[in-house]
């Protein structure tokens, strides 16, 4: 009796301890990526250019990552397919999301950029949803709703954010969202099996860093990181640890429980982005954005893997 329970127990125990582990990872990512925002506003203090800021995390990032594939002795993988995933996941990972963000960072505050940012899970649920990777409910519909209702209640009222006239960088936030959606779904589909994520990661950033070289240079912004670094180059530098870091443990998710699971790691980045703001420069939010952040939380609930919850 007790040989025919054992196997039945032993693959739900090892369910349950897998989803508990997926849990973990994207909490401790969520924490470490939510302080990215106020080292972004951060690095952007000491005037460097966004492109610049942008062009120093990617090529610190790959550097970091090219050492640990040094280490191990995983070599980068040179075929068709991962050549076509570098370059893509670069463009809609690090070059385009990435500009936009650090010109962002210096107009509105973290808390705002979380929340935006938050937009990521419910853009690639409605991608998802097309594609037939996920199945369309009227909950999810319903949470693709709270987060326009979320993204209107930044940009729409004339006392939301402390200035007005920044309203229109959220919606550029959103456009950045878009492609970090695209992404996911492109690693989901596009990922050869069986491959250390963080050596993708590594092709990656190096991608990004060869298509960013050209346009920081033709736009004369170049500038080095400063030595002894200050405030605004050791947030560089941190921001380049945690992209080396955090990318490759968000992959992970993506691989192992899905795009649209992985993006709730917005969910995390969301609250902590908020908080590390407060923590960091003291923000102070208007009632809006509260009113906000709690459409994205409610958004971000609803629109959560059905398949953690048993709905259908």
């Not at 690090?94 to 963000?101: E, R």
């Not at 963080?198 to 033709?218: D, E, H, K, N, R």
Request: net charge positive.
């Amino acid at each position: 009796m007790k040989d025919s329970v054992l196997p039945t127990r032993q693959p739900k125990a090892r369910a349950h301890s897998r989803r508990l582990w997926h849990f973990t990872v994207l909490v401790a990512l969520g924490i470490i990526w939510g302080l990215a925002f106020s080292l972004a506003r951060m690095s952007t203090e000491s005037g460097m250019h966004p492109l610049v800021i942008n062009y120093w995390t990617c090529l610190l990032g790959a550097l970091l990552l090219l050492l640990y594939c040094a280490v191990t002795r995983q070599p980068l993988p040179l075929k068709k397919e991962f050549l076509f995933l570098y370059i893509v996941c670069g463009l809609l990972g690090s070059v385009i999301p990435g500009t936009l963000y650090f010109y962002a960072a210096s107009r509105i505050s973290a808390g705002v950029l979380s929340i935006t940012i938050a937009t990521v899970p419910l853009i690639t649920f409605v991608a998802a949803a097309v594609l037939r990777i996920e199945t369309m409910s009227f909950l999810r519909v319903a949470g693709v709703l709270f987060g326009i209702i979320s993204i209107a209640l930044l940009v729409i009222p004339a006392t939301s954010l402390p200035d007005p006239a920044t309203a229109p960088w959220v919606l550029v936030m959103v456009v950045a969202a878009s492609c970090y959606a695209a992404e996911n779904l492109v690693v989901a589909s596009r990922t050869p099996p069986g491959h250390n994520v963080f050596v993708i990661v590594t092709g990656m950033l190096i991608a990004a860093t060869i298509m960013l070289t050209p346009i920081v240079w033709l736009s004369g912004a170049f500038t080095f990181i400063s030595w002894p670094p200050g405030r605004s180059d050791w947030a560089i530098l941190s921001m380049a640890l945690i992209t080396a870091t955090a990318y490759g443990g968000f992959y992970y998710l993506v691989l192992r429980a899905g795009p649209v699971y992985a993006s709730q790691c917005a969910y995390v980045v969301t609250l902590a982005g908020v908080l590390w703001g407060m923590l960091i420069y003291g923000e102070a939010h208007s009632g809006w954005i509260w009113a906000s952040l709690a459409a994205m939380i409610v958004a971000l609930s609803l629109v959560k893997p059905r398949e953690e919850t048993g709905d259908t």
